[in-house]
């Protein structure tokens, strides 16, 4: 599968963003997807997933109560909607999809295939 992110800005801080990933390829409802953050010199982690099936959805603490991640299997989406920015939120947000069975991966190892990212930049 290929993801394709998008949506990524400069906002400032306390407003909204909504990335999209745009998969293509295999089917995108046989994958678990994604979203992950990478900011300067700082390791690639965890944002946000959400299950093939039943829409079930997993949430870094750090987000939780500010974004919303959902998808659209018709569409082949992913979305990721980002409230209450902080500038801690900047980074560069990459989407990722899962085909691994069992429990909805929240680490890097669990995803297989990877977009190449969006620049997300909160301003204070």
């Known amino acids: 599968v290929q993801l394709q992110a998008s949506g990524g800005g400069l906002v400032q801080a306390g407003g909204s963003l909504r990335l999209s990933c745009a998969a293509s390829?295999?089917?995108?409802?046989?994958?678990?997807m994604g979203w992950f953050r990478q900011a300067p010199g700082k390791e690639r982690e965890f944002v946000a997933t959400i299950s093939r099936y039943f829409g079930t959805t997993r949430y870094a603490d750090s987000v939780k109560g500010r974004f919303t991640i959902s998808r659209d299997n018709a569409k082949n989406t992913v979305y990721l909607q980002m409230n209450s920015l902080k500038p801690e939120d900047a980074a560069v947000y990459l989407c990722?999809?899962?085909?691994?069975?069992?429990?909805?991966?929240?680490?890097?190892?669990?995803?297989?295939?990877w977009g190449q990212g969006t620049q997300v930049t909160v301003s204070s």
């Open positions: 990722a999809a899962s085909s691994q069975t069992g429990v909805l991966p929240t680490t890097l190892s669990g995803y297989s295939y």
């Open positions: 390829g295999r089917t995108f409802s046989s994958y678990d």
